[in-house]
């Protein structure tokens, strides 16, 4: 299973059309990239990983994340052995604890001891026959306690909407054994109000949601470059301008100690599979 180059994360190709994600798919594998990331807020989550993985030869499909809260572990096993027996083990289980106000909104209270509960999944998941093997999974890691159950229960660490200052702090985390998978938004485009106009609003919702805040606050932002989603934070965060603006960013992951960064390109069809950009990109960073 090959995790160094660059992928690509988008919910496009989980929950678009699955005749287009599958287009899509191929095509990606054929440009050079060398992971597909999908997310999981519900619903078929195998049957897209399976989609994705039928229409392609090479590339891994991995669950960015898989949620722990919506699967029973012997059946996430079940469905694992079934996809990596099927597709040449060409498939890595993401998994991660989501956030408290998507778990809660079905059964106010469930989430709570986020860190125990994905120790007991994993618990879970080596207990099941088969097991999901720790080489074939990645958590979800922000925090130092998250980071160092990476390193100790999985292959390594895939954070989302992180800086390349995180991924240094969580390459020291993890040591040097340990994957380190980070996922870089980008926009292609002409200067800051695009930029702004595309991903303003977007990043907005995120930081709302206390995990993502709390990690910036951790990084050295402030309240209000939270509040305000301030220029340094937007910049920090979010990748834009031209192809070479891109490059930049990848190069300070991958110094940063990044073994592959996956990238989550906005348009200002938030509809529309971004597949120009992937294309652009493509040229440019392969």
Not at 163 to 171: D, G
Request: charged share 25%; hydrophobic share 45%.
């Amino acid at each position: 299973m090959d995790l160094s180059g660059v992928g690509v994360w988008s919910h496009h190709l989980r929950y678009g059309d699955p005749g287009e994600a599958a287009e899509a798919a191929t095509e990606l594998e054929e440009l050079g990239y060398s992971a597909l990331w999908v997310p999981d807020t519900g619903g078929p989550v195998f049957e897209a990983v399976g989609n994705l993985l039928t229409a392609t030869r090479r590339i891994v499909v991995a669950t960015g994340i898989l949620n722990l809260w919506m699967h029973d572990p012997a059946g996430v096993a079940a469905s694992f052995a079934e996809l990596s027996s099927n597709h040449h083990h060409r498939f890595l289980m993401g998994i991660g604890v989501s956030h408290a106000v998507a778990v809660d909104r079905q059964e106010p209270g469930r989430y709570r001891k986020p860190l125990a509960a994905m120790t007991a999944f994993l618990d879970a998941l080596d207990q099941a026959d088969p097991p999901v093997p720790e080489n074939s999974r990645v958590l979800a890691a922000l925090g130092p306690k998250m980071l160092d159950l990476a390193a100790k229960r999985a292959r390594g660490a895939h954070p989302y909407l992180v800086t390349p200052e995180h991924t240094r702090q969580a390459r020291e985390a993890l040591g040097d054994g340990p994957l380190l998978l980070p996922e870089q938004t980008v926009i292609l485009c002409k200067g800051k109000d695009e930029a702004r106009a595309i991903g303003g609003e977007w990043l907005r919702r995120y930081l709302s949601l206390p995990n993502y805040a709390n990690n910036v606050l951790r990084l050295g932002y402030t309240e209000e470059d939270v509040e305000s989603v301030s220029d340094r934070l937007f910049d920090g965060l979010i990748a834009w301008g031209d192809e070479d603006a891109i490059r930049r960013r990848l190069d300070e992951h991958r110094d940063a100690g990044a073994d592959h960064v996956c990238l989550q390109v906005l348009t200002a069809d938030a509809d529309a599979l971004p597949r120009r950009e992937w294309r652009a990109l493509a040229v440019a960073l392969l």
